[in-house]
């Protein structure tokens, strides 16, 4: 399938990764008993680790020129863009603050049935992210207002922030502009409209259970006595406006700009804040969201050294030698790109990574070129929203932490309804659902 042999221990650094990770998280806290122990894993400094173990490799290179590697995978256009993101979205968390976030919660919570708080996240965020088409964006405008109902109702928090994270989601894996959808349709050569049909109707079932699951799982919660709390409408306008600019697809950048210039101007003229503190409180969101964007920086790093010592040529053809079937070929196809986001936790980079061999595969196998991008697409989407270490999560935990929350990616997890939800529809229409059309009668 692949021309180049790869070398296999070439991906010794993400073991690396991944032992020192959930090894460091299990000793803080179960061993020694630390409240929170997962938050405390120092995630930068295990990817360092990683990485020095990458420089150690492949001694056909000196170190000038593995940095230039390194230079090479940040530089890439979608760490670029997830990083200036980041920043902004720091700024407006820190404009809009806790104040407008907990007016949010509170006028939801006095307009709709409180039982229905956590499904209405849901919901919320899967129009926003289809239309945004960036989960980032999305937990970023909405992960806010998920922890201050937490706040108000006694929801658990983790339950809330999940739900936030699989309603963003559900958007980055269907929406017609999301970066996955483009990558996925240009290299299997297939229209969008082909590929939204096949993810539609795998995606909708997912978004059904998760919606059944988050109410259940909400109802058996034990909530407080919801006490609606005096709340200031006018705070609520700018996440209005950001949220009404996602609906109808506005670009994040814009989005969040519009955000932050309202909330500055609300809360200057309202009195809320002074202008001392409102300088304060944006280098501070900055502040808050500069650990996540050098974990993006190492991760892109990390993976172009793995990707140049042959590891990911080891995993195309480790994928091609092992799948031999249509169905089988087709979770093959699945499990590349997954190990693929698991190596780069950017989900975009790993479909165009995985493109060509997937490519390969699904023509050998007659497997449709719109199913084939469909499956790039969601299995992306599946692995990139449980990660504890993409930048999904990374934001949601920064984002809870600026307000004044603790959580951590790994209470989040367990209740990350969606992405599970999304791998078991995808296994039922690859196994149990036939093809009425071949590769050849679709193009």
Known sequence: MNEKKGNPLALIPIGVFLVLYLGTGIVFEYILKIEMGFYNVPIIAVFLIAIFVACLQN??????????????????????????IFLVAGVFV?????????????FLLSVIPPQFAVVVLFVVSCFVSTAMGTSVGTITLIAPIGYAISAASGYSLPLCIASVMGGAMFGDNLSFISDTTIAACNGQGCPMKTKFKENFFIALPAAIISTVAIFLVSQ??????????????????PYIL??????IGINVFIVLLIGIFSGAVIMLATGTVSFMTLTANIGGGMAGMLETAIVAVLVAALGELIKENGGFDALLNLAGRLFKTKKTGQVGIGLLVGVMDIATANNTVAIIMANPIA???SENYG?????????????????QGIIPYG????VAVSAVSELGGNISAFDIMPMLFYPFAL???????IFFIPDRKTRKEEN
């Not at 820190?94 to 509170?106: I, L, N, P, T």
């Not at 950001?242 to 609906?247: D, F, Y």
């Not at 930048?391 to 990374?394: E, I, S, T, V």
């Open 59 to 84: 001694r056909k290179l000196n170190f000038d020129n593995k940095l230039g590697i390194m230079a090479k995978g940040v530089g890439d256009k979608n760490i670029i863009t997830m990083i200036l």
């Open 94 to 106: 820190g404009v809009a603050g806790r104040s407008s976030a907990e007016s949010v919660a509170y």
């Open 220 to 237: 058996g919660e034990n909530i407080s006595q919801i006490e609606i709390k005096d709340y200031n409408l006018i705070q609520i306008i």
């Open 242 to 247: 950001v949220l009404i600019g996602g609906i």
């Open 359 to 361: 490519k390969k595969m």
């Open 367 to 383: 497997v449709r070129a719109g199913k084939t991008a469909s499956i790039l697409d969601t299995f992306s989407c599946i692995f």
């Open 391 to 394: 930048a999904q999560m990374l």
């Open 423 to 429: 791998l078991l529809s995808s296994l039922v229409f």
